[in-house]
């Protein structure tokens, strides 16, 4: 090859990086977009009309709310953590799977498309809420404390697409666990969208309940366990299986409650009261991790009988 044609080649090479660059950079963009959208597309299709509110300055019926891209609402933390969360997941396992060249340029595009919309949602749906409110400062602390909620799940949310995008196995692994209440939560929210709150079947409250434990058992079985590090992924997740849906019954029956809204001792003292007795015996955690580890061992089992069958036949 002459001189002249590996300088052409190498010209040619040069021309391909930023434009391979450039696509992956985009993709990343549109993955990031496409998986926030996803996230908050259960309350889309419901309807999204601002939630009935408390503090609201005058008084309106349901379908007299304004249309709102979050659910803001005291009643709906959960939720709101469920659909910003679900988001970030959603995007970082687009990248695990799809495993790009580029994957740290794919991963920080696909924060900032998410990042684009999720920042939007909480915009337009803060401006309305606070036309809508009546003066005062309890209204300013509830709007506050709503702000200060979408914030820290929006963190969450990126968060989480880090730990699910990222080459170790082990991190990937503690995403899903970190994920799996939200996004339980999250498919309740689809099936409520799609069929009404009073057309709810009687099996999705139990199939939710079970649900979180089936994914991180899955998750535990895709994980393995050796090396043995790994285990630390295993412990990790059986803890957040057992601690998540204990803070999440807490945070609602403190939030979800009028009785002592505004006194804050009040409601420490009462959330601590159910986080202790959602966490002991009583809670109904042992099961599900119970099924968790099962399900782990299970898969981790099923796929060493497989590795030796093939190793026998070759």
């Not at 996230?39 to 939630?51: D, F, K, M, V």
């Not at 401006?127 to 799940?153: D, H, K, N, P």
């Not at 799996?180 to 929210?189: K, L």
């Not at 689809?190 to 089936?214: E, K, Q, R, Y």
Request: overall charge positive; some cysteine.
């Amino acid at each position: 090859m002459s001189h002249a044609e590996i300088a052409t080649e190498r010209t040619h090479e040069s021309e391909k990086r930023p434009r391979g660059a450039a696509s992956s950079a985009a993709l990343g963009l549109l993955i990031g977009i496409l998986a926030a959208a996803l996230g908050l597309a259960p309350w889309w299709i419901s309807g999204a009309r601002l939630p009935l509110q408390n503090l609201w300055a005058t008084q309106v019926i349901p379908g007299q709310m304004p249309m709102a891209l979050l659910p803001l609402s005291q009643y709906e933390v959960l939720t709101i953590v469920a659909l910003l969360t679900t988001g970030g997941a959603a995007a970082g396992f687009a990248i695990r799977v799809w495993s790009p060249v580029r994957r740290r340029l794919v991963t920080w595009c696909a924060i900032v498309g998410l990042l684009l919309v999720q920042v939007a949602a909480t915009v337009q749906s803060f401006e309305l809420l606070g036309q809508g409110l009546m003066r005062g400062t309890l209204a300013q602390y509830y709007r506050a404390g709503l702000m200060a909620g979408v914030i820290c799940s929006i963190l969450a949310a990126v968060v989480a697409l880090l730990l699910i995008a990222s080459k170790s196995t082990v991190a990937t692994t503690i995403g899903g666990g970190l994920m799996a209440v939200p996004f339980t939560s999250w498919a309740v929210e689809w099936v409520v969208g799609v069929v009404g709150h009073t057309n709810v079947p009687i099996a999705v409250p139990s199939i939710a309940h079970w649900l979180p434990a089936i994914v991180v058992g899955c998750a535990l079985a895709w994980c393995g366990v050796r090396p043995l590090g790994r285990l630390a992924a295993w412990v990790l997740n059986l803890a957040f299986l057992w601690v998540i849906p204990a803070v999440f019954t807490a945070v609602q029956s403190v939030l979800g409650t009028r009785v002592i809204a505004g006194d804050i001792p009040e409601m420490v003292l009462m959330g601590r009261e159910v986080l202790t007795a959602a966490l002991g015996p009583d809670g109904g955690a042992v099961p599900t991790v119970l099924l968790a580890l099962a399900l782990g061992l299970a898969g981790v089992g099923i796929r060493v009988i497989a590795a030796q069958r093939v190793h026998s036949t070759t």
